[in-house]
């Protein structure tokens, strides 16, 4: 059976726990080559390990802070030193931090953007150059979130910096199309990963609220995402750019 992403090969961010991490081992069986990339060595590692443990050859590692421009070239360049090329990135980096919007600390502010809007910004610019001196086209994937469309308490730096990364979908996709790169993005609803375990350990009842107002019944497993990530980086989605792909069994289907 033919694998939808055989012969690619895939940078993805944040990848050494939760969404990134299914994303790196779904790309894998689908046929990719896949760097990992994330802030913490015995992440990435564990990662790697994991996958080529089952696929010989198909994973690396590399240590990558997505707010810093140096590492990520370092980056960029470690995936096409190992494996020849970069096909696709997948920008899944991402932090979550709430407080009341008149008690917000700048410094959480400026944080949550260095990861979620200065990352993506980095890391596209300098893979759609990777892209485009190959000259055979390429695929961006940016996770947004459902939060990036309404509005939740605390949410000041989380829910806007998401709707920043839409915005720059779209800018990327207006741009890039004419060198072949499609750009999208995915915007997950409420999705079993650390990060959102944290939340609901600090909120109490909440896990029962996501599951009851979503008609699937149930919250996003990471390999939800990953699947719908491994859509949009195929040749099934070869005409879909621009776009803002909603994964969230329904919740935010009116998003």
């Known amino acids: 059976m033919m694998?939808?992403?055989?012969?690619?090969v895939a940078l993805v961010t944040g990848a050494g726990r939760g969404i990134g991490k299914a994303m790196a081992q779904v790309f894998v069986n689908q046929g990719s080559k896949v760097v990992v990339g994330d802030i913490k060595e015995e992440w990435i590692r564990e990662t790697a390990d994991q996958i080529n443990a089952k696929s010989p050859g198909s994973a690396a590692a590399v240590l990558l802070d997505v707010s810093s421009p140096e590492s990520v070239e370092m980056a960029i360049k470690t995936v096409v030193g190992k494996f020849g090329k970069l096909d696709i990135l997948i920008n899944n980096a991402g932090i979550h931090r709430s407080h009341p919007f008149i008690e917000f600390p700048l410094a959480d502010f400026e944080l949550v953007y260095d990861v979620n809007v200065r990352g993506n910004f980095l890391c596209s610019q300098a893979a759609a150059r990777q892209m485009i001196s190959q000259g055979q086209g390429g695929c961006i994937i940016s996770m947004s979130s459902a939060s990036g469309k309404k509005a939740d308490?605390?949410?000041t730096a989380y829910n806007s910096s998401k709707s920043a990364v839409i915005g720059l979908t779209r800018v990327m996709a207006l741009e890039l199309g004419k060198y072949g790169i499609r750009v999208n993005c995915i915007l997950p609803g409420a999705t079993d990963t650390e990060m959102l375990r944290g939340v609901l350990e600090a909120?109490?009842?909440l896990k029962k609220i996501l599951e009851e107002r979503t008609p699937l019944g149930k919250m996003a497993l990471?390999?939800?995402q990953a699947n719908a990530a491994v859509f949009l980086a195929s040749d099934l989605a070869s005409h879909i750019t621009g776009e803002q792909l909603v994964v969230s069994g329904g919740e935010f289907m009116d998003t």
């Not at 694998?3 to 690619?8: I, N, P, S």
């Open 3 to 8: 694998k939808l992403l055989e012969g690619k």
């Open 153 to 155: 308490p605390g949410g």
């Open 203 to 205: 909120e109490p009842g």
């Open 222 to 224: 990471p390999e939800d």
